[in-house]
Antibody
Framework: EVKLQQSGDELVRPGASVKMSCKASGYTFTDYAMHWVKQSPGQGLEWIGTIIPLIDTTSYNQKFKGKATLTADKSSNTAYMELSRLTSEDSAVYYC???????WGQGVMVTVSS | DVVLTQTPPTLSATIGQSVSISCRSS???????????LNWLLQRPGQPPQLLIYLVSRLESGVPNRFSGSGSGTDFTLKISGVEAEDLGVYYC????????FGAGTKLELK
C-alpha cells in the first residue's frame, strides 16, 4: 500500500522557518517525482514545487522561489520542504503528493502566530 | 503559466442526477510525448485530495465507474453519471504537461 506520511502540525513565530517531512512507503521512492502543494484556509490548491529524488532536481513555482526549499533523502525515502521567513500569509495546509498527483499525504497545518 | 478555468464554480445536484464539470486550459495540454497530463481530483471536507481520473480519461483504481473524463487539447470534462452522497466535495482539475497548475475548483453540493 502506497502511503505518504507527513510530519505534525506546526505553530511558528513570524520570521521563523519550519521544515516538514513526507515519508514515502509502498513504492520505490526514486521512481517518481514529489510535488508540494499549498492550501490556504478556505482556498484552492497551489503548486509550490517539485523534486525528482533520483537526480535531486527541483523546480519551483516562481511565487515560492526564496520561500520554499525542497530536498529529499533517498536513504530514508523522505522528502522535505523548508519554508523560511514566515508571515501570516504562510498559514496554510501543506501537502506532499507523488507524481502525477496520485497519492497525497495527510497534510501539515502551519500556523504563523506570535 | 497555464491557467485552468473550471466551470461552474458551484454545482447543486440531487442524488442520482448526472452532472458535468468543465476545465479549459489557456494552452494545449498535449505533451510532446503524446500524453495529455490532465487529472481530476476530489477533495472531501477535511480530507486531502484524491485522484479520480488521470491522463484525461483513465479511471484511477478503486474509483467508481460513474466517474468519467473526456477531452483533448484545451477542453476537458468530468462527468458523474448518477451522483451519490459520497461524491460531495470540491473537484479540481490539475495539469502537469507544463509547470503544474490547478483549476479553482467546483463545489458539488446537494440540492
Amino acid at each position: 500500500e502506497v502511503k505518504l506520511q507527513q510530519s505534525g502540525d506546526e505553530l511558528v513565530r513570524p520570521g521563523a522557518s519550519v521544515k516538514m517531512s513526507c515519508k514515502a512507503s509502498g513504492y520505490t521512492f526514486t521512481d517518481y517525482a514529489m510535488h508540494w502543494v499549498k492550501q490556504s484556509p478556505g482556498q484552492g490548491l497551489e503548486w509550490i514545487g517539485t523534486i525528482i529524488p533520483l537526480i535531486d532536481t527541483t523546480s519551483y513555482n516562481q511565487k515560492f522561489k526564496g520561500k520554499a526549499t525542497l530536498t529529499a533523502d533517498k536513504s530514508s525515502n523522505t522528502a522535505y520542504m523548508e519554508l523560511s521567513r514566515l508571515t501570516s500569509e504562510d498559514s496554510a495546509v501543506y501537502y506532499c503528493a507523488s507524481s502525477p498527483f496520485d497519492y497525497w499525504g495527510q497534510g501539515v497545518m502551519v500556523t504563523v502566530s506570535s | 503559466d497555464v491557467v485552468l478555468t473550471q466551470t461552474p464554480p458551484t454545482l447543486s445536484a440531487t442524488i442520482g442526477q448526472s452532472v458535468s464539470i468543465s476545465c479549459r486550459s489557456s494552452q494545449s495540454l498535449l505533451h510532446s510525448n503524446g500524453n495529455t497530463y490532465l487529472n481530476w481530483l476530489l477533495q472531501r471536507p477535511g480530507q486531502p485530495p484524491q485522484l479520480l481520473i488521470y491522463l484525461v480519461s483513465r479511471l484511477e483504481s478503486g474509483v467508481p465507474n460513474r466517474f468519467s473524463g473526456s477531452g483533448s487539447g484545451t477542453d476537458f470534462t468530468l462527468k458523474i453519471s448518477g451522483v451519490e452522497a459520497e461524491d460531495l466535495g470540491v473537484y479540481y482539475c490539475v495539469q502537469s504537461t507544463h509547470a503544474p497548475t490547478f483549476g479553482a475548483g467546483t463545489k458539488l453540493e446537494l440540492k
